[in-house]
């Protein structure tokens, strides 16, 4: 079982910083692999452990990108492709990229992805890959199970679950309740920066079909948060009882 | 709670050039463990004397205690880095890194001092985490003044019989080995005591007013029979062993008081900028500011001594003053800060043991592994000896 898994390297969320006027500070901010992706490498690596084969981790960036490949390999995968792009590229692009640099360092079984980045949480990278690969994509999964040349998937939705089949090779995207990544210990990590990784130049993936860049961000702004700000006063029994009455009648619980 | 922070990247690029990007990977995933599975438990650990077993579990399976050793399962890192990471343990709870720091004493005296056999077994199972040490040196009559020690190994054919008691002992009740210095003919000579070890028995839990969640007792040995293959190093020179391993051990105390004074500061910086009075925030008074300088201040400068200090280890030179001026630095600035601490969240500081156990946690290490005054007479010692 030959399985690729891609991730990002993204900006940190939790150490942004903005502004005075509330613009977030993007430039020099700190980044660190997507959160979810965390997920989809612990899964790569678990069905490794249980199926054999290796794990190849891919990640397209420009600055720092390798060190996200670096902990993917301190995690357990076996092999890392480091995609290297000058520029921003917008995901279109980027799944082409990647899908070039899957179909040269292949072939692949499973392809792994987490349902968003952290950072921009677009999302489309998955179905994109799938489409570019032409192989069947599930979206959301929960629950991953590896059989013989297929993969089930416990899907999550808004309101119901699916359990739905492809066959394999397939692109699947998971959600972080699919498992509880593990963190490599300092050993590992040691290890890790002698696991090979190979690096790929954009120029050497083009072919006829790439795609010019469909999208670009104009600009980076803070949504407000606009907060009720609601104080019970009372005794603590009886303002915990509003609170838990409002909580309900928001729908929250 | 972030534990790895801008200062703590500036301190490996400053201290580490060439390792800069691999070192600070290590610390970062290190951190992140311990604010999933370390940061949570803290609090409730002030109430739960040994609460800290399962804490000190996830740091051996991360390494922590293989860092600085070379070999027999060691990641060959530098000094400073297992002070960075003994940092950032303290920050994340200071009873663990104590715990853990203590047993990594042990670890050192058998990896230096040790037999091939000790090295292979007992500090392989250490750094492991497969076995927890305690370092079994004070007793009732003799703490700082540790050579006027009473506890005596008397020898039985091959084997040698030790009588004593030591007290405010760390691990004790819940390690596997005791490495215990008693007096044989030759002098202070140090011995491995298996917990198992008939007549050794260890008394209830000491009270504390700080660092209740590691275990502190009593351990008594009456007529305890260890075989002469028990014996770390050269009968007769446990003293100067125990004396060498103290010299990094207070590093690293060191480092874990500037892992407790930082949680303590950021937790009151965090409050001073949130707390209004007289229209204006807290952190807008100029007293406010003048302590939130003063405390950082000393953190860092502390750190940079705990480093310094470990530079000079690394290198082979001697260190053993400047191991003395980082630990009176680092300990007396922690309970400094933490005061301080409590102060800037005033009643709620007094008030609350999430605040004011950093300062009680601190307050032990201004005591343990060697009194401020006892440094303070080794670091005058050397200074007038050197002077002439």
């Known amino acids: 079982m030959n399985?690729?898994?891609?991730?990002?390297?993204?900006?940190?969320?939790?150490?942004?910083?903005?502004?005075?006027?509330?613009r977030p500070?993007?430039?020099?901010?700190?980044?660190?692999?997507?959160?979810?992706?965390?997920?989809?490498?612990?899964?790569?690596?678990?069905?490794?452990?249980?199926?054999?084969?290796?794990?190849?981790?891919?990640?397209?960036?420009?600055?720092?990108?390798?060190?996200?490949?670096?902990?993917?390999?301190?995690?357990?995968?076996?092999?890392?492709?480091?995609?290297?792009?000058?520029?921003?590229?917008?995901?279109?692009?980027?799944?082409?990229?990647?899908?070039?640099?899957?179909?040269?360092?292949?072939?692949?079984?499973?392809?792994?992805?987490?349902?968003?980045?952290?950072?921009?949480?677009?999302?489309?990278?998955?179905?994109?890959?799938?489409?570019?690969?032409?192989?069947?994509?599930?979206?959301?999964a929960r629950k991953v199970e590896i059989g013989e040349g297929t993969v089930r998937a416990e899907v999550a939705l808004d309101e119901k679950a699916e359990v739905v089949d492809a066959a394999l090779p397939a692109v699947v995207s998971v959600v972080s309740e699919v498992n509880s990544p593990r963190y490599p210990t300092l050993l590992q990590i040691m290890q890790a920066s002698k696991k090979p990784m190979e690096e790929l130049a954009l120029d050497s993936l083009r072919d006829e079909r790439a795609p010019l860049a469909a999208v670009k961000v104009l600009e980076v702004t803070a949504q407000p948060v606009n907060r009720k700000r609601v104080i019970y006063e009372g005794a603590p029994e009886e303002s915990a009882q509003k609170l838990l009455d409002a909580l309900r009648k928001e729908g929250v619980i | 709670m972030k534990l790895f922070h801008p200062e703590h990247r500036k301190a490996v690029e400053i201290f580490y050039e060439k390792e800069y990007e691999s070192y600070c990977a290590l610390l970062e995933s290190l951190s992140e463990t311990l604010e999933k599975d370390v940061v949570p438990l803290s609090a409730g650990f002030d109430s739960d004397a040994g609460g800290i077993a399962a804490a000190r579990k996830v740091l051996f399976e991360q390494g922590l205690c293989r860092m600085p050793f070379e070999f027999h399962g060691g990641l060959s890192l530098p000094f400073g880095m297992y002070c960075l990471g003994m940092e950032l343990a303290?920050?994340?709870?200071?009873?663990?890194?104590?715990?853990?720091?203590?047993?990594?004493?042990?670890?050192?005296g058998i990896f230096r001092f040790?037999?091939?056999?000790?090295?292979?077994?007992?500090?392989?199972?250490?750094?492991?985490?497969?076995?927890?040490?305690?370092?079994?040196?004070?007793?009732?009559?003799?703490?700082?003044?540790?050579?006027?020690?009473?506890?005596?190994?008397?020898?039985?054919?091959?084997?040698?019989?030790?009588?004593?008691t030591k007290t405010f002992i760390t691990n004790a009740g819940e390690a596997d080995v005791y490495f215990v210095l008693a007096r044989t003919e030759k002098g202070h000579t140090a011995f491995l005591v298996e917990s198992s070890t008939p007549g050794l028995?260890?008394?209830?839990?000491?009270?504390?007013?700080?660092?209740?969640?590691s275990r502190t007792a009593e351990v008594r040995l009456e007529g305890c029979r260890v075989a002469e293959e028990g014996i770390v190093g050269e009968d007769g020179r446990g003293f100067e062993y125990v004396k060498a391993m103290l010299n990094g051990s207070r590093i690293i105390m060191g480092s874990i008081c500037v892992g407790i004074a930082l949680t303590a500061y950021q937790k009151s910086l965090a409050y001073a900028k949130e707390r209004r009075l007289f229209d204006q925030k807290l952190s807008d008074m100029q007293m406010t500011r003048e302590k939130v300088a003063n405390m950082r201040s000393d953190i860092t400068s502390s750190r940079v001594m705990c480093l310094y200090a470990s530079r000079l280890k690394e290198s082979g030179a001697e260190y053993a003053s400047e191991a003395a001026q980082a630990k009176v630095l680092a300990t007396e600035m922690a309970a400094r800060v933490c005061d301080q601490a409590i102060q800037l969240f005033g009643g709620y500081g007094y008030t609350n043991s999430d605040v004011h156990r950093h300062w009680r946690d601190a307050r032990l290490l201004t005591i343990g592994e060697g009194a401020s005054e006892v440094l303070r007479m080794l670091i005058a010692g050397k200074e007038l000896a050197a002077s002439g």
């Open chain 1, 3 to 22: 399985i690729a898994v891609c991730v990002k390297h993204a900006i940190d969320e939790g150490e942004l910083r903005s502004d005075s006027s509330g």
């Open chain 1, 25 to 140: 500070q993007l430039q020099g901010a700190l980044a660190k692999m997507s959160t979810f992706d965390r997920n989809a490498v612990e899964e790569a690596v678990r069905a490794r452990e249980s199926k054999g084969g290796t794990v190849t981790v891919l990640s397209l960036g420009g600055q720092d990108w390798k060190k996200s490949l670096k902990e993917a390999l301190a995690m357990g995968c076996d092999r890392a492709i480091a995609i290297s792009s000058a520029g921003d590229l917008d995901t279109l692009a980027t799944s082409y990229y990647l899908s070039r640099a899957l179909q040269k360092g292949g072939p692949f079984d499973l392809i792994l992805v987490s349902e968003g980045a952290s950072d921009t949480y677009d999302g489309l990278v998955g179905p994109m890959l799938a489409e570019w690969l032409n192989l069947p994509f599930i979206g959301y």
């Open chain 2, 90 to 108: 303290g920050a994340a709870d200071a009873p663990t890194a104590m715990s853990l720091a203590i047993h990594n004493t042990v670890a050192d």
């Open chain 2, 114 to 164: 040790g037999s091939e056999s000790q090295r292979k077994g007992t500090f392989e199972d250490l750094v492991s985490g497969r076995k927890l040490a305690s370092f079994s040196l004070t007793e009732p009559s003799s703490g700082s003044d540790a050579r006027s020690m009473r506890t005596t190994a008397t020898r039985k054919g091959s084997d040698y019989v030790i009588d004593g």
């Open chain 2, 201 to 213: 028995s260890v008394g209830p839990d000491i009270p504390k007013l700080g660092m209740r969640g």
